[in-house]
Nanobody
Framework: VQMVESGGGLVQAGGSLRLSCAFS?????????????LAWFRQAPGGEREPVAN???????RHADVVKGRFTISRDNAKNTLYLQMNNLKPEDSAIYYC???????????????WGQGTQVTVSS
């Protein structure tokens, strides 16, 4: 499974960004990427990789408390694309954002096998 993020950049506090992640291919289990759980994680300098949101194949999602009400994860399997709409951005949201795919559907990173290269999001105050 291949995953490629786009849409990061520099934005002022209170602004919005939309991240996209194009996914394709088949996992080692022979399951198409469209049938995998998908997720967004982020990692700030000196910090650990933390979950932001995940979504199952039916579209049921979960968001971290710190982004709830501001960020929305969605997926379009017809376009093989995962999205993260980020509104009301704060300086503490600055990080490298990664999309991930896996079969386990866990909240932690351990449940995800395939990762994108990351896209930088910087929020200025």
């Amino acid at each position: 499974v291949q995953m490629v993020e786009s849409g990061g950049g520099l934005v002022q506090a209170g602004g919005s960004l939309r991240l996209s992640c194009a996914f394709s291919g088949t996992g080692v289990s022979g399951v198409d990427a469209r049938w995998h759980y998908l997720a967004w994680f982020r990692q700030a300098p000196g910090g650990e990789r933390e979950p932001v949101a995940n979504i199952d194949i039916k579209g049921t999602s979960r968001h971290a408390d710190v982004v709830k009400g501001r960020f929305t994860i969605s997926r379009d399997n017809a376009k093989n694309t995962l999205y993260l709409q980020m509104n009301n951005l704060k300086p503490e949201d600055s990080a490298i954002y990664y999309c991930a795919a896996g079969m386990a559907g866990t909240w932690s990173a351990r449940g995800y096998t395939y990762w994108g290269q990351g896209t930088q999001v910087t929020v200025s105050s």
